[in-house]
């Protein structure tokens, strides 16, 4: 219907005209139907008139109307668009989901656990961890995996920006800072 151009009085061209322009404002997530765009029409006449325009002596005239070229002006008045008559073809790249560095398991080097009685020292490197800045602001450290993981959480992400396996079970964490990347815990064994 677009390609055609519509002659004014042809066979149902203002039907038609008012279908396709309550399509266009459907498509644009403004429901309008065909009555209400006849309303404005024929207010959009009575304003002629009140100019001092015959849309009858008009009529006498052999009218094109270019459809698609109206319903586009008009749509980019309305600030949307009109729907293309060609189908637009998309290529979405998927990226293989890959584990991030928070579900990974970082092993815990045993020159960095001290162990003084019912006490566990440990130091962890948490400079490289880009979320941590040195003051350990928003840091929270949590005990995971039946108490043999450490779990480093940062304020705002629902997971942990890192887990260290420490290769033991232990009670509780007693106590714990961070000072220039450095995270110091004493753990309850």
Do not use: H
Not at 19 to 44: C, H, V, W, Y
Not at 57 to 82: P, S, V
Not at 115 to 133: H, Y
Request: glycine letters at 8%.
């Amino acid at each position: 219907m677009s390609e055609k151009g519509f002659t004014p009085g042809g066979e149902d061209w203002e039907e038609q005209l008012l279908e396709q322009l309550s399509k266009m404002f459907n498509d644009m997530g403004m429901p309008i139907d065909t009555a209400t765009i006849r309303g404005m029409m024929d207010q959009i006449r009575g304003q002629f008139e009140e100019m001092g325009i015959d849309p009858e002596k008009m009529a006498g005239e052999k009218i094109e109307l270019n459809l698609e070229a109206t319903m586009n002006d008009l749509a980019k008045m309305m600030g949307g668009k009109f729907p293309q008559k060609k189908p637009v073809s998309i290529e979405v790249d998927t990226l293989e989901e890959t584990k991030s560095d928070s579900e990974e398991l970082v092993p815990v080097n045993e020159e960095d656990i001290f162990i003084d009685g019912d006490r566990m020292i440990l130091t962890l490197d948490c400079s490289r961890i880009d979320e941590i800045d040195d003051s350990g602001e928003g840091v929270e450290i949590v005990l995971t995996n039946d108490n043999s993981v450490v779990s480093v959480m940062v304020e705002g992400r629902p997971r942990p920006v890192r887990k260290y396996n420490i290769g033991r079970v232990v009670e509780a964490i007693d106590e714990w800072s961070i000072n220039n990347g450095i995270l110091d815990m004493t753990l309850i064994i």
